[in-house]
């Protein structure tokens, strides 16, 4: 469930030596490895170099190229001829990454859903109206999961991209951006006293690790459980270890799910704190399910949690456990 990128930003790859692999490529571009792996495909728009097992390696050049491609697939040019028009300009003028964008407000979105770009060009005008309603819009036609995944995310990440390069410009458009995402998610999550009996279980707690501000991901799988009736208790950012210790005491709940954007606030003794509590009468004692949800989590583990890697993957595993534990209590 890592859909937002972690905290600092990666090394530039225009002036990186080695080679960058697919995936951190398109965590640099925003879009996803299987969208380079198609552009490759159809337009030929592929790696110079290839390592051994043909594992695809991009290098400085094929990255101009494709900052290029999202360029103009940003701006409205249909792919195959964008695809065309960055081959041709990179092979006849200075590297891509040097020239001045033709469209300088626009954000860079590469191949996502038309959705994306409508919601775009609402946050860059500070439209908070146009904001809310495409919002809406995409949450009642496609539900919380392919609305956060296709929609939300990649104009999110967009906005972030256009901060991050411009200084301190835009900042308040991911502020009024994600302002209207919480709300959003929020207004499709049902009050508690609306929630179905769909399982037995405890609720799920779901909370960011203490010292993590970023929440916009757990709102969403908040809201996606919320569609599927299941009841939840939201803690939100950054919540003290004994007062989440002490949450998990008092309800019982069927999973926690903590959230860390950032290695530097994950906290792995703390998920193995709260594995290990049990509450009930002696010979029925019962403990949560712990999943560690964000890039944060990296490179951790703790005994018998689990690591989902999308918002879909997220709900799925949780729903599946508040059914386990519904069954067996």
Request: charged share 20%; net charge positive.
């Amino acid at each position: 469930m890592s859909e937002l990128p972690a905290d600092g930003d990666a090394p530039d790859p225009s002036t990186a030596e080695v080679p960058l692999t697919t995936g951190a490529l398109a965590r640099r571009l925003g879009v996803a490895p299987t969208t380079l792996r198609s552009w490759e495909r159809r337009y030929g728009i592929g790696p110079a170099v290839r390592a051994e097992g043909r594992h695809r390696r991009w290098t400085a050049r094929d990255v101009a190229l494709l900052e290029e491609m999202c360029r103009l697939t940003s701006s409205g040019v249909p792919p195959a001829e964008a695809a065309k028009a960055a081959a041709g300009s990179q092979a006849e003028r200075m590297p891509v990454r040097n020239r001045k964008s033709q469209a300088p407000g626009a954000l860079p979105l590469g191949d996502v859903r038309q959705e994306c770009r409508g919601l775009a060009r609402a946050a860059v005008r500070l439209d908070a109206p146009a904001v809310e309603r495409q919002l809406a819009d995409a949450v009642g036609q496609y539900g919380i999961v392919v609305a956060w995944q296709e929609v939300m995310v990649p104009t999110l990440h967009a906005v972030g991209r256009k901060w991050a390069s411009s200084g301190d410009r835009y900042v308040e458009v991911e502020h009024l951006l994600s302002w209207h995402v919480s709300t959003a998610l929020r207004r499709r999550t049902p009050p508690s006293g609306r929630q179905t009996d769909a399982s037995l279980a405890g609720p799920v707690v779901l909370a960011c690790v203490p010292g993590e501000q970023h929440t916009l991901p757990i709102e969403a799988l908040n809201a996606a459980l919320g569609e599927l009736g299941l009841p939840t208790r939201m803690f939100g950012a950054a919540v003290p270890a004994e007062a989440l210790a002490a949450a998990v005491r008092r309800l019982g709940p069927a999973a926690v799910v903590l959230w860390a954007q950032a290695r530097s606030t994950a906290s792995p003794p703390l998920a193995r704190h709260l594995a290990d509590i049990r509450w009930g009468v002696k010979g029925a004692r019962r403990q949560p399910s712990v999943v560690l949800a964000g890039p944060g989590w990296s490179g951790t583990s703790a005994r018998g949690a689990l690591r989902p890697t999308t918002l879909a993957d997220a709900v799925g595993m949780v729903s599946g456990m508040c059914g386990a534990y519904g069954e067996r209590h």
